[in-house]
């Protein structure tokens, strides 16, 4: 049963503190993303990844890091540099980078204590 | 600057009629269109695609229509049934933009019994 999967669906943060969301597909897809989605607003893309050990800044980067170690795996670390960071996050794949179909996870929400 | 407009923020029809979703774009370079069905508090599922070599794809209930020259695609849903009832995301893609895909602010559906 391939798919993409987030987790937590749930995230608590603190002032000062770094968290990891994680992203784990079993599509054998290259290609991999983060969005950021706020209320009432359309996706935004944080970070993508062609390959691993291959990433990409996107629109909305300041603040966020990733890592590509597996192809599997793009987890997503939300810097205290983030002020901001209240929002839902997106995960998604696609087969290559270029004119294809992303597919998502189902989220992870970020709020902040 | 939005690239991938949604003016309608949301859309209310009857069980059994059609729905028409909206989306317009700036961009001439974008040549790869998608529509996403998204549920609240999950992730986006793709609907249905077109090339900016098509002007119309059909699957099953749901059509997308492209007009180059306006700029400016849309989504049928024929008959829409209320488990249609969803927020609806356009996005837009350039072979030359290394697959980014740019939203629209998203449509929510109502669809009533």
């Given at each position: 049963d391939g798919g993409i999967t987030q987790s937590p669906k749930y995230l608590f943060r603190k002032e000062g503190q770094n968290v990891t969301l994680s992203c784990e597909q079993n599509l054998n897809h290259d290609a991999m993303y983060w969005y950021r989605q706020d209320p009432g607003q359309g996706l935004r893309l944080i970070y993508y990844s062609q390959i691993v050990n291959d990433f990409q800044k996107g629109d909305i980067a300041e603040g966020y890091s990733v890592s590509r170690e597996k192809k599997e795996s793009f987890p997503l670390t939300v810097t205290s540099a983030q002020k901001n960071p209240t929002a839902f996050y997106l995960c998604a794949s696609s087969t290559h980078l270029g004119k294809e179909t992303q597919y998502f996870g189902p989220g992870t929400r970020l709020l902040v204590l | 600057d939005q690239q991938v407009k949604q003016n309608s923020p949301s859309l209310s029809v009857q069980e059994g009629r059609i729905s028409i979703l909206n989306c317009d774009y700036?961009?001439?370079?974008?040549?790869y269109f998608l529509w996403y069905k998204k549920y609240p508090a999950e992730g986006p599922t793709f609907l249905i695609s077109i090339s900016s070599i098509k002007d119309k794809n059909e699957d099953g209930r749901f059509t997308v229509f492209l007009n180059k020259s306006a700029k400016h695609l849309s989504l049928h849903i024929v008959p829409s049934q209320p488990g249609d009832s969803a927020v609806y995301f356009c996005a837009a893609s350039s072979s030359g933009n290394t697959g980014k895909l740019i939203f629209g602010q998203g449509t929510t559906l109502q669809v009533k019994p």
């Open positions: - | 700036t961009n001439s370079m974008f040549d």
